[in-house]
């Protein structure tokens, strides 16, 4: 269909369903809600970016054990195309990386540089 624009994939997949367009980019969790056919083309892999000092805190610490759980990994596998490799590897950007450039000034006097989170989970698409 030409000259349509779709917001999510979700939407994108309603419009294939509706037969209001034949083919789209999307994700397979959304093409699965409504029984489409779904062709993987590549596979994304999605990292977290926190504040080192984040990184320790008791809520960030539990959304990383539950990104580690079964059911977490039980309902990565039931919504299709999402992989549950969730390693939590803690890098350290350091003070010259272009991460620390995004952050304030207030940020950099106190000494606060973002950590990144590697191999978070995956989706293919």
């Known amino acids: 269909m030409s000259g349509s624009s779709e917001r ?10 509706a037969g209001r367009a034949d083919v ?4 397979e969790a959304s093409a699965r809600q409504f029984q489409l056919e779904f062709t ?3 596979v994304e892999r999605f990292d977290l970016l926190v504040w080192r000092k984040a990184y320790f805190d008791p809520p960030f610490q ?5 990104c580690a759980s079964k059911p977490f990994e039980r309902r990565a596998k039931e919504l299709g195309g ?7 590897r803690c890098i350290s950007t350091g003070h010259k990386s272009t991460g620390h ?7 950099k ?5 973002p950590t990144a989170l590697a191999s978070t989970p995956t989706r293919r698409r």
């Open 109 to 113: 006097a106190a000494g606060l540089t």
């Open 101 to 107: 450039e995004m952050a304030s000034a207030g940020d």
């Open 24 to 27: 789209g980019l999307g994700i």
């Open 82 to 88: 999402l992989t549950s490799a969730c390693s939590a």
């Open 62 to 66: 539990k959304l990383i054990g539950f």
């Open 40 to 42: 993987p083309m590549i």
């Open 8 to 17: 999510t994939e979700t939407d994108l997949a309603l419009a294939i369903a």
